[in-house]
């Protein structure tokens, strides 16, 4: 019988892409999301990428009733990927109490129900974010968690203390807590992408409506760090090798081969590239010349930051290994579906 997975925030970004390299090794997939940021209409795209319809239930996941129901409907679920929270760290900054309500709620809702239905273990989507600027890059899991830049931040990282928490207090179950470094692509059939909401605040987005000319020019965020050509330098990952680093957290949890109850990974290419090498690389993979000029900094950019990403490479036998063109390619062709479509 097939393995049943939960996956909140399963037809978002990052959990789209996941649910199909989850139904591609074989998984029974079953997606909770409450559509505030997605739309239906991606478990129609899921199942024409992957040739399996997920189950879909739209239910909140601060809706402890309606996420039990969901537990007692599908019985049997083994572990769950929890994606769904709410991202935009400018948004979080304005509305600090939504963003602690909804991402720290969700969280608790599922530890509490976990050990109810027997279900062991939960992937946790963290983020780079928890190491603010690094004092030593590329930045380990070993580092130091600085004191967060927003309320979206501080969630990721409460989050992932409540989860240790409750594994220390006897729970009987097991957690990886995933820090994802800068996804970005979208899968290479055009099927699944990033629908960002108004203004794109990632440099992706804003890079490709820029291109199809949504937007006039791209404003680059400083050139005066202290940084090669002086623009901010992140680690960027493609959404695939993104999407399989959690097929492989999750089987790592049900052959039981975790050598800790919760076990932290950085999932990153180990590269880093500044904003004008990612435009540069961008402009060579589509042939596509961009508009941008230089602006003044963000308020709250790290400088720079990388990942190591040894210990996932070599315990979860992992890596990211799509090169950065085919990346930035697979962005461009998604946006070029979504005008195909008029959605954007
Ligand atoms: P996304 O907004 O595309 O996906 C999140 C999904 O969760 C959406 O479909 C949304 O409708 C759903 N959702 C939100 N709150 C919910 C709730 N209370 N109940 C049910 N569904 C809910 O975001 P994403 O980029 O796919 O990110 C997924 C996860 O990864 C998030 O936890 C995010 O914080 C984390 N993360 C994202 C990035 C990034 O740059 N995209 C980086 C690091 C970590
Ligand atoms: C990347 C670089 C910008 C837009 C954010 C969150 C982080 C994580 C991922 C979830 C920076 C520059 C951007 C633009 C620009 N999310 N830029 N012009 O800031 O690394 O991370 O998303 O956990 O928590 O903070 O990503 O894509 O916004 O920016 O020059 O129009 O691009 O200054 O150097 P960031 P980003």
Redesign the pocket.
Same mark, same amino acid.
């Given at each position: 019988m097939k393995e049943k997975i939960l996956v #909140? &925030?399963g #037809? &978002?970004? =990052?959990?789209s892409h996941t649910v199909v390299e989850l139904q591609n090794a074989g998984y029974d997939v079953v997606i909770? $999301? *409450?559509? @505030?940021? @997605?739309s239906a209409d991606v478990v129609d795209n899921i199942e024409a990428v992957s040739g399996i319809r997920p189950a879909f239930e739209k =239910? $909140?996941?601060?809706d402890y009733a309606g996420l039990e129901g969901v537990f007692a409907k599908y019985q049997g679920i083994k572990a769950i990927i929890h994606?769904?929270? @709410? /991202?935009a760290v400018g948004e979080s900054v304005q509305k600090p109490l939504l963003y602690y309500r *909804?991402n720290i709620g969700?969280l608790i809702n599922l530890l509490e129900l976990m050990p109810k239905y027997g279900v062991e273990g939960i992937v946790f +989507? +963290? @983020?780079? #974010?928890v190491y603010g600027q690094p004092d030593v890059l590329p930045v380990t899991e070993k580092a130091p968690i600085k004191k967060a830049e927003s309320p979206y931040g501080n969630t /990721?990282q409460i989050n992932e203390e409540i989860i240790q928490d409750t594994v220390a207090s006897g729970s009987p179950i097991s957690a990886i807590l995933l820090r994802?470094f *800068?996804?970005i692509g979208a899968h290479p059939t055009a099927l699944l992408g990033?629908l960002p909401n108004g203004v794109p605040q *990632?440099l992706v987005p804003y890079i490709v409506q820029t291109a199809i000319g949504i937007r006039e020019k791209l404003s680059i965020f400083g050139n005066d760090y202290n940084t090669p050509d002086g623009t901010c330098i992140r680690d960027y990952i493609n959404v695939v090798d993104l999407a399989k680093a959690h097929v492989v957290a999750i089987a790592r949890i049900l052959e039981k081969k975790q050598k800790a109850k919760v076990e932290v990974f950085n999932i990153g290419t180990g590269r880093g590239l500044s904003v004008l090498e990612l435009v540069q690389a961008f402009e060579k993979s589509t042939g596509v010349k961009l508009n941008y000029q230089i602006a003044p900094r963000r308020a709250g950019d790290i400088e720079k930051v990388w990942a190591d990403p040894s210990l996932a490479n070599n315990e979860l036998g992992w890596k990211a290994d799509t090169p950065i063109e085919d990346t930035l390619l697979s962005a461009w062709k998604w946006q070029l579906h979504l005008r195909e479509k008029g959605i954007q």
């Open positions: #909140t &925030g #037809t &978002g970004y =990052i959990g909770v $999301d *409450n559509l @505030s940021n @997605s =239910i $909140d996941c601060l994606f769904a929270a @709410s /991202k *909804n969700s +989507s +963290s @983020s780079c #974010t /990721k994802y *800068n996804p990033e *990632n």
